[in-house]
Structures are given as structure tokens and as C-alpha cells.
């Protein structure tokens, strides 16, 4: 990393800590996903995750793998060149991940006793495999997908928002995903362990811990814009 980008993302991690209230409530005021289905289709499929008492069950519930491909498809996943595996291999493919994802299961990105350096080593192993679009930038569909299914844990990524506020450019996304993952979750849970996620969640696209750290990542980036 150079030290102009590193300082950029230093400052970013800082004051969006310092700012966390205002960045969640600056997203909250004027979300800018309103494409028909987005929310309603996010909802839904973390409010059936939330119906099970594991993520094995979940996957053994076809209802819920088709929300799930819902809501990818309502987030853009399968257009602007990711292609979206047919729903048949797209199931097929996450539960042959069911073993590595039972073994994230009811892991927090706040937990102050998490193992960080074992935990992103098993999410860049699944992220790596899991094997449900046909094309080589698999972080952003495959960080997608998890949130869902992890939602405690996963944190959805895309270049828009993470990218900028981490400095991504595109050739990052492109051909270093691994650093790009690796980074980003550590700083990620930084930030989580820095303020109270818990107190944001219940309202609106408030989901989870981790879609309220995405939230306010939004809202800094939206701020960012605001005031250039």
C-alpha cells in the first residue's frame, strides 16, 4: 500500500469511527438503493435466515436459497459483467460450502475475542470457492451472498462505496481481491469493535451489525460527496 493511499484509508477508518452517528444517519435519511425489490427483497431473505437457528438449516431450505438468488438479482449481481450461475448450480454450489460455512456460523465481526487472523482465513476460503458466478471478480457477488447468509459476520462489499472508501481502484477488484478481502475485513473490524453496531439494528436497511457498518460507510461516502 502507498503511503498517500494509506494515509487516506487511515483517515477514513478515524473519522468514520468519530462520526459513526452522523454517517448512519445520514444513509438513514436518504438510502440511495430504490431499485424495485432491493429492500423488500433484502428483508426477506435475512428475516428467513433469521427463522432458522443455523446456517446448515438454512441451505437445507430451498425457499431461502431462492430468496437469497432474489435478492442477488435485485442487487445487481448477474448484470454489468458478473454472471449469475442458473439457480440449480447457484444452490448446488453454496451447499457444497455448507461444511466451511457451519464453521463461521454464530461468529460476530464485534466479537472481541474473535481469532481475526484464523476467521479471514476461512472467509477468504469460502469466499474463493464458493463458486456461484462465471466470472474471475468473485468478491463482490460472493461477499453478497454471504452477508445473507452470515449476516453477523460478512460485511457485503461493492465498488462503489467500500471501494472508495477504501481506495480500491478497479484493477484492485480485478486482480487482487485476496489483499483487497484480507484488508478490508481487518479494518472492517476495527471500526465494529470501535462502536456499538448493536444499538443501530432493527430499523429500515438497519439489518444487521454488519449491514449497519455497511450503512454508515454509504452515509460517509454520500457526506464525502456532499461537501467536496
Same mark, same amino acid.
Given at each position: 500500500?502507498?503511503?498517500?493511499?494509506?494515509?487516506?484509508?487511515?483517515?477514513?477508518?478515524?473519522?468514520?469511527?468519530?462520526?459513526?452517528?452522523?454517517?448512519?444517519?445520514?444513509?438513514?435519511?436518504?438510502?440511495?438503493?430504490?431499485?424495485?425489490?432491493?429492500?423488500?427483497?433484502?428483508?426477506?431473505?435475512?428475516?428467513?435466515?433469521?427463522?432458522?437457528?443455523?446456517?446448515?438449516?438454512?441451505?437445507? $431450505? =430451498?425457499?431461502? #436459497?431462492? !430468496?437469497?438468488?432474489? /435478492?442477488?438479482?435485485? &442487487?445487481?449481481?448477474? *448484470?454489468?459483467?458478473?454472471?449469475?450461475?442458473?439457480?440449480?448450480?447457484?444452490?448446488?454450489?453454496?451447499?457444497?460450502?455448507?461444511?466451511?460455512?457451519?464453521?463461521?456460523?454464530?461468529?460476530?465481526? $464485534? =466479537?472481541?475475542? #474473535?481469532? !481475526?487472523?484464523?476467521? /479471514?482465513?476461512?472467509? &477468504?476460503?469460502?469466499? *474463493?470457492?464458493?463458486?456461484?458466478?462465471?466470472?474471475?471478480?468473485?468478491?463482490?457477488?460472493?461477499?453478497?451472498?454471504?452477508?445473507?447468509?452470515?449476516?453477523?459476520?460478512?460485511?457485503?462489499?461493492?465498488?462503489?462505496?467500500?471501494?472508495?472508501?477504501?481506495?480500491?481502484?478497479?484493477?484492485?477488484?480485478?486482480?487482487?481481491?485476496?489483499?483487497?478481502?484480507?484488508?478490508?475485513?481487518?479494518?472492517?473490524?476495527?471500526?465494529?469493535?470501535?462502536?456499538?453496531?448493536?444499538?443501530?439494528?432493527?430499523?429500515?436497511?438497519?439489518?444487521?451489525?454488519?449491514?449497519?457498518?455497511?450503512?454508515?460507510?454509504?452515509?460517509?461516502?454520500?457526506?464525502?460527496?456532499?461537501?467536496?
Amino acid at each position: 500500500m502507498s503511503t498517500s493511499r494509506a494515509h487516506r484509508v487511515n483517515r477514513n477508518v478515524a473519522t468514520l469511527i468519530e462520526r459513526f452517528d452522523e454517517c448512519v444517519e445520514r444513509f438513514s435519511s436518504r438510502p440511495p438503493f430504490g431499485k424495485p425489490g432491493q429492500f423488500e427483497s433484502h428483508r426477506d431473505t435475512i428475516a428467513t435466515r433469521r427463522s432458522f437457528d443455523s446456517a446448515a438449516q438454512a441451505l437445507d $431450505d =430451498d425457499s431461502f #436459497l431462492r !430468496s437469497l438468488y432474489r /435478492t442477488l438479482s435485485a &442487487w445487481g449481481i448477474g *448484470s454489468r459483467g458478473s454472471v449469475l450461475t442458473a439457480y440449480p448450480g447457484f444452490s448446488g454450489a453454496i451447499r457444497s460450502n455448507s461444511e466451511r460455512i457451519a464453521a463461521l456460523d454464530g461468529i460476530r465481526i $464485534d =466479537d472481541p475475542q #474473535l481469532n !481475526s487472523f484464523a476467521v /479471514t482465513a476461512k472467509l &477468504w476460503k469460502l469466499t *474463493s470457492s464458493l463458486g456461484i458466478v462465471r466470472n474471475d471478480a468473485i468478491l463482490v457477488p460472493c461477499s453478497k451472498a454471504l452477508h445473507h447468509i452470515l449476516p453477523e459476520l460478512v460485511v457485503p462489499i461493492d465498488r462503489a462505496y467500500t471501494g472508495e472508501f477504501f481506495s480500491f481502484h478497479r484493477p484492485y477488484f480485478q486482480y487482487r481481491q485476496e489483499k483487497i478481502f484480507r484488508e478490508a475485513f481487518r479494518n472492517l473490524r476495527h471500526i465494529a469493535t470501535s462502536v456499538d453496531l448493536d444499538q443501530y439494528v432493527g430499523s429500515g436497511w438497519h439489518t444487521s451489525r454488519t449491514k449497519v457498518l455497511d450503512n454508515a460507510i454509504v452515509g460517509f461516502i454520500l457526506l464525502e460527496d456532499e461537501t467536496a
